[in-house]
């Protein structure tokens, strides 16, 4: 659609997206499912559920919990590993004409690193550097994205080995983002994604145990929205690299609020598991916004709050 009739397309440092919609990691798992309701071809890109080196587990049952407005999720990174994903997940996400982003996770820096490389030449338009589960961090120690040392160490290490566009989703559980965010951005992150999961957890009353396996879970769903919007709105000021939104997003008009706080793009998550249908509402809800206002490219809404 050429500009001047509601155009959704835009760019997100060096990838190409038709619109700025993208189905969020872990939320579709790796897509045989969700594809049967949805045409995929009209996202804007998909985000795969995490990667590690080696095949993970996850964490004991019961790993989900709906609380009010929102969702606790204790997964634990479970996935089959490179060489499982590879071989039977990859290939059914590249018969997509979609830009097909690999998230990944390791143990250490050397695990992230091995993991671009075997990335590198894999035909994925780009890396998101997962370094703040909060489902893992708990066994596991301190999160990598909550020390800028850390983050800067990581992503410069990673930056080093591949071409491939770099993604850094960092957590909400630091006492500030944005400066996180910036040491992302000085080691050549190409973008940044806001945010992971807020920890949190729920309990049953009634068998006084928690109602997660691992006791600890992240909150997604509507209940963070505000928090995640408050969270973009103030990197968007400290950083000059695109960000992807996300966090409670169920509506185009939610899909709007992040794009005017700052966001060059959003990533639907929960709400996959409540309606899969709801990220094409979502697209044609900003489609048809923007030919209503008259607006020519949705990059002209971006970071455009009246002051």
Excluded: H
């Amino acid at each position: 659609m050429a500009k001047g009739e509601g155009c959704l397309s835009t760019r997100l440092g060096g990838i190409e997206l038709k619109n700025p919609v993208l189905l969020a990691s872990g939320t579709f798992a790796y897509a045989e499912e969700i594809s049967q309701w949805v045409d995929l071809n009209r996202v804007g890109g998909l985000i795969t559920k995490t990667i590690t080196l080696k095949p993970r587990a996850g964490n004991p049952p019961p790993r989900l919990a709906e609380t009010p407005c929102g969702l606790l999720n204790a997964i634990g990174l479970e996935n089959p590993g490179i060489e499982g994903f590879l071989k039977s997940k990859l290939p059914f996400l590249l018969r997509f004409k979609v830009p097909i982003i690999v998230s990944i996770a390791g143990e250490d820096k050397q695990e992230y690193v091995e993991l671009a490389r075997k990335l590198q030449r894999e035909g994925v338009a780009g890396l998101e550097l997962n370094i703040s589960c909060p489902n893992i961090a708990r066994k596991e120690g301190r999160m990598i994205s909550q020390d800028e040392k850390a983050t800067y160490s990581l992503t410069r290490a990673v930056r080093r080995e591949t071409s491939l566009p770099l993604v850094v989703k960092l957590s909400p559980n630091v006492g500030d983002i944005s400066a996180i965010a910036k040491s992302a951005e000085e080691a050549g992150a190409d973008i940044l994604s806001l945010v992971n999961t807020f920890l949190g957890m729920a309990i049953d009353i009634d068998r006084r145990k928690p109602k997660l396996g691992n006791v600890i879970g992240g909150l997604s769903g509507p209940a963070i929205k505000p928090l995640v919007l408050r969270a973009v709105y103030e990197v968007a000021q400290e950083v000059k690299i695109p960000i992807i939104g996300m966090g409670g997003i169920m509506r185009w008009q939610d899909a709007l609020e992040f794009i005017l706080a700052g966001a060059s793009a959003v990533a639907v998550g929960t709400a996959n598991l409540i309606n899969p249908l709801y990220v094409v509402e979502i697209i044609e809800g900003l489609k048809g916004y923007l030919q209503k206002e008259g607006i020519g490219n949705i990059e002209e809404l971006r970071a455009g709050l009246e002051e």
